[in-house]
């Protein structure tokens, strides 16, 4: 019987019985995921796997692989599998596309009402004994009401956002690499995007186009008091020259789910900045979504192994 190797424990046990229907299944117990070493070794000889973001599937992983046939990544996003490398090899990379939609774009405007009404600012200071009597200038935030949200990658994310701040009266307006059909926004350049959003909201791929897409030249083009909202990936924002933006006041404030590295390190600056909120990317942490994430990888296996047909198939 074939192998599969799983690299993490799954939502619900009753998931990789079904999988057991239909190969030998290894699942790696431990909370921390394994490391290079410990991958390679629990790979070897396995018809397929189900990977998480945190394995790095790189060139020489799926060389000393030559007996895999299919990675199932239980994400959206597939920037830790080198696609070149694994479509050379013949090895089928499958994804899970649009199931986290609405967790994420709920995620993504949870953050953008916390900054714009400065929770995390308000929440520090009841704990440190500042909150004193009433006044009229003290922790004020910003309106949602005909504030313009500006949107990077006017995909499935970026829609269900947009519809969210619709019915928060908001100027949806959003940039891509052209304008897009039926979005719910209004196309614009990126310096004009920049230039008037009171909120950004970042929705990209990974790649090597995207890779510290904003940097400081983008900061400098936006308001002084504009939130950046990041739930795509980590790598697409410079953080050292975001670290350098807000303590220059160029613009007020960021609300990050993804970092580069994950999980952050402790002594980031980042995590001293009162205008900075990180949240440890729970873009899809919900329990009904990483079922259906699971779920949906698990499919990919056995429809593959089945049928030789994979409904999310990537390469």
Same mark, same amino acid.
């Given at each position: 019987?074939?192998?599969i190797?799983?690299t993490?424990?799954?939502p619900?046990?009753?998931?990789?019985?079904?999988?057991k229907?239909?190969?030998?299944?290894e699942?790696w117990?431990?909370s921390?995921p394994p490391?290079?070493?410990?991958?390679?070794?629990?790979?070897?000889?396995?018809?397929?796997?189900?990977?998480?973001?945190?394995?790095?599937?790189?060139?020489d992983?799926?060389?000393k692989n030559?007996?895999?046939?299919i990675?199932?990544?239980?994400?959206?996003?597939?920037?830790?599998?080198?696609?070149?490398?694994?479509?050379?090899?013949?090895?089928?990379?499958?994804?899970?596309?649009?199931?986290?939609?609405?967790?994420t774009?709920?995620?993504t405007?949870?953050?953008?009402?916390?900054?714009?009404?400065r929770?995390?600012?308000?929440?520090?200071?009841?704990?440190?004994?500042?909150?004193?009597?009433?006044?009229?200038?003290?922790?004020?935030? /910003?309106?949602?009401?005909?504030?313009?949200?500006g949107?990077?990658?006017?995909?499935?994310?970026?829609?269900?956002?947009?519809?969210?701040? /619709?019915?928060?009266?908001?100027k949806?307006?959003?940039?891509?690499?052209?304008?897009?059909?039926?979005?719910?926004?209004?196309?614009? /350049?990126?310096?004009q995007?920049?230039?008037?959003s009171?909120?950004?909201?970042i929705?990209?791929?990974?790649?090597?186009?995207?890779?510290?897409?904003?940097?400081?030249?983008?900061?400098?083009k936006?308001?002084?008091?504009?939130?950046?909202?990041?739930?795509?990936?980590? /790598?697409?924002?410079?953080?050292?020259?975001?670290?350098?933006?807000?303590?220059?006041?160029?613009?007020?404030g960021?609300?990050?789910?993804?970092t580069?590295?994950?999980p952050?390190?402790?002594?980031s600056p980042?995590?001293?900045?009162?205008?900075?909120?990180?949240?440890?990317?729970?873009?899809?942490?919900?329990?009904?979504?990483?079922?259906?994430?699971?779920?949906?990888?698990?499919?990919?296996?056995i429809?593959?192994?089945?049928?030789?047909?994979?409904?999310?198939?990537?390469?």
């Amino acid at each position: 019987m074939d192998k599969i190797f799983i690299t993490r424990m799954l939502p619900d046990p009753e998931l990789i019985e079904k999988l057991k229907e239909h190969f030998k299944v290894e699942v790696w117990e431990k909370s921390l995921p394994p490391n290079p070493e410990e991958l390679l070794i629990k790979s070897k000889n396995c018809w397929g796997m189900l990977t998480m973001l945190t394995e790095k599937i790189d060139k020489d992983f799926i060389k000393k692989n030559q007996e895999l046939k299919i990675i199932a990544n239980m994400a959206v996003g597939f920037d830790n599998i080198d696609i070149a490398a694994a479509k050379k090899q013949k090895i089928m990379i499958t994804n899970t596309p649009d199931v986290l939609t609405e967790s994420t774009a709920e995620l993504t405007f949870a953050l953008l009402l916390l900054m714009a009404k400065r929770l995390p600012e308000a929440n520090t200071a009841v704990f440190k004994d500042q909150w004193g009597p009433w006044h009229p200038n003290w922790m004020l935030g /910003k309106d949602l009401k005909n504030a313009n949200l500006g949107i990077i990658g006017p995909g499935k994310i970026a829609t269900a956002v947009a519809k969210i701040a /619709k019915s928060f009266s908001m100027k949806i307006n959003y940039y891509g690499r052209k304008p897009k059909v039926n979005f719910p926004g209004t196309y614009m /350049k990126l310096d004009q995007l920049l230039a008037t959003s009171d909120y950004l909201s970042i929705h990209l791929s990974l790649n090597q186009e995207t890779h510290h897409f904003l940097n400081s030249s983008h900061f400098k083009k936006m308001k002084k008091d504009a939130i950046l909202i990041n739930t795509s990936r980590g /790598k697409i924002i410079n953080q050292n020259h975001l670290l350098q933006a807000i303590n220059s006041n160029d613009i007020g404030g960021a609300a990050l789910d993804v970092t580069d590295p994950e999980p952050i390190g402790s002594d980031s600056p980042l995590l001293k900045m009162q205008k900075i909120f990180i949240s440890p990317h729970l873009g899809s942490a919900t329990q009904a979504t990483r079922y259906k994430m699971a779920s949906m990888a698990i499919d990919n296996l056995i429809l593959y192994k089945t049928k030789n047909y994979c409904p999310n198939a990537i390469v």
